[in-house]
């Protein structure tokens, strides 16, 4: 199997480790494979778009999601480490408005599965890094939410010492009491 597969304390949220092959020359390994992903989560879904980005240590990008049109993501950093987190907006779910925070790293080469109904975001805790992500569903900005990364409420622990570095929207993120949540 080409992945260990891992569920984190909110079991639809997935750690993925991919098998790498390594030697004096480098490493090798399969980043993604349709059908090796469904075999090893039962998961079957089809990605539409591919995202990077590049940002700065203590950059926080998130938490966000869409109200409509809802994404499911694979994550993954090529470059330097972040903080990922994801969290419930489920409302039907025992686990709304939990979160989990994982590591990821361009060398612990782990990927995070985050299913659509989860609010999304990371924290960059190298000097900078780059973050890959596949959606299964297309941006749509007028559907894009934030919720509030400090909401006391959710309570995520992020690895930063004082404000992070934010968007205006990220800023301006609403509390889990007033955010747009899903069924």
């Not at 590049?54 to 990008?61: A, D, E, H, I, Y």
């Not at 480490?81 to 361009?106: M, Q, T």
């Amino acid at each position: 199997m080409p992945y260990t597969v891992t569920p984190t304390t909110l079991p639809e949220v997935l750690i993925l480790e991919p098998k790498v092959f390594g030697d004096d020359r480098g490493f090798f390994f399969e980043s993604f494979n349709q059908r090796d992903f469904q075999q090893a989560t039962g998961l079957n879904v089809d990605f539409v778009q591919d995202n990077h980005s590049k940002s700065s240590q203590g950059v926080l990008r998130g938490l966000h999601y869409q109200i409509q049109h809802p994404q499911g993501k694979l994550v993954r950093v090529t470059q330097g480490a972040v903080f990922d987190v994801a969290v419930d907006l489920r409302r039907s779910s025992p686990s709304f408005g939990k979160w989990v925070g994982v590591e990821l790293s361009a060398d612990n080469k782990r990927q995070l599965w985050i299913p659509p109904g989860f609010a999304h975001g990371f924290v960059v805790t190298s000097e900078s890094a780059e973050f890959l992500y596949k959606t299964t569903d297309y941006w749509y900005p007028e559907h894009e939410r934030s919720l509030l990364w400090c909401d006391p409420t959710v309570g995520v622990q992020w690895p930063v010492d004082g404000e992070p570095k934010l968007a205006a929207k990220d800023a301006a993120g609403k509390v889990l009491a007033e955010a747009d949540c899903f069924a």
